[in-house]
């Protein structure tokens, strides 16, 4: 009876654990290059794999390089050139964080919560560290999650003629969203 | 003043050189224009370098990244499989196939033109998903295999 109640107390356990750990694998990151001489240096992946640990706070998530969809197919091209992100040999973009005010969101109760998130983003193989804030809105069971920064390209030893140019911006914005 | 006969004789050179420097500046930007406004095709109407099972590929990448994506990567394929989830991703849908055991996955996301026939899609449909695949790598977030495709439509 007791090793029944332990077996019990521990699957009781696991799955709680397990339940604080949301994940997606259809979270979207947008990247938006636009300047005012070129509209195209701008993409979407939306098959980023996202995760929120609501009782860590940790939050991190994935996307593999190629999977940007640029409008424009000479543009994906150079975007995924040895020149530029150079995807063959750096596949995926990741961001590894953490929620720096957990207590700024409570995921138990609907509403919407502004909160700090920290961490490194790494990207063209460089690894950096980003702050920025991040929008949680929280309904019944479900929650969304979403962010957006501005970083270096030449933090991440992205260069090219076209950012010289004025043709590619220097900061692009950084737009993360996902469903949880 | 009277002009040289040299002076006389260049003048249709010049001509000519300065008619095949304007056609060349309007070639350059004819190109430069189709190649900047260009838009990717329907991939419904692109031929598949490859008809392959979702399983067979997942085990494929298994077994061999490296091979896997050389042989796969940038091509439009055309891929058989049964639909194991529909994720929404903001306003559009995404499609599923996963490998129950090992919790590896191939993940479609749509065309613009193609996204009510992905909506369509339920769990359990068999169905033919075409594709461009963008490769496949490991997610250490899932601790698993995924493979990714862009621009998709539904083959069948």
């Not at chain 2, 419904?44 to 370098?49: D, E, G, H, P, Q």
């Not at chain 2, 033109?113 to 998903?129: F, P, S």
Request: aromatic residues 10%.
């Amino acid at each position: 009876m007791k090793k029944t109640t332990l077996m019990l107390a521990l699957v009781f356990a696991a799955t709680a654990t397990f339940a604080q750990k949301k994940t997606t694998t259809s979270a979207t990151v947008s990247f938006d290059a636009t300047t005012s001489l070129d509209a195209l240096p701008k993409a979407e992946n939306k098959t980023v794999i996202a995760l929120v640990d609501t009782k860590k706070g940790d939050v991190a998530f994935e996307a593999a390089v190629k999977s940007f969809s640029f409008s424009n197919p000479k543009i994906q091209e150079h975007f995924n050139s040895k020149g530029w992100m150079n995807s063959d040999e750096f596949p995926q973009a990741s961001f590894k964080g953490k929620i720096v005010n957990p207590s700024a969101v409570n995921f138990k109760k609907d509403g919407t919560y502004t909160a700090d998130v920290a961490g490194d983003l790494t990207l063209h193989g460089v690894t950096k560290p980003v702050t920025t804030k991040a929008t949680f809105v929280v309904t019944g069971k479900t929650f969304t999650a979403a962010s957006s920064f501005v970083i270096k390209l030449e933090d991440y030893d992205v260069k090219g003629g076209a950012i010289g140019a004025g043709k590619v911006a220097k900061e692009p914005t950084i737009s993360v969203s996902a469903t949880f | 003043m009277i002009p040289s006969a040299a002076t006389k004789n260049n003048k249709p050179f010049y001509k000519k050189l300065a008619i095949a420097a304007l056609l060349l500046l309007l070639m350059g930007a004819g190109i430069a224009y189709y190649i900047f406004t260009e838009k990717f095709d329907d991939t419904s109407k692109i031929a598949s370098a490859y008809t392959v099972d979702g399983m067979t590929m997942l085990q494929e990448f298994a077994a061999n990244d490296s091979a896997a994506n050389n042989k796969y990567r940038e091509k439009i394929l055309s891929v058989k499989g049964i639909v194991s989830e529909t994720e929404t991703a903001d306003s559009s849908i995404n499609v599923k196939f996963a490998d129950s055991t090992s919790g590896a996955y191939i993940i479609f996301a749509f065309q613009q033109q193609h996204m009510a026939e992905a909506r369509q899609l339920k769990e359990g449909d068999a169905v033919t998903i075409k594709g461009s695949c963008s490769g496949g790598t490991y997610s250490s977030i899932l601790e698993t295999t995924y493979i990714t495709f862009k621009r998709c439509a539904v083959s069948n």
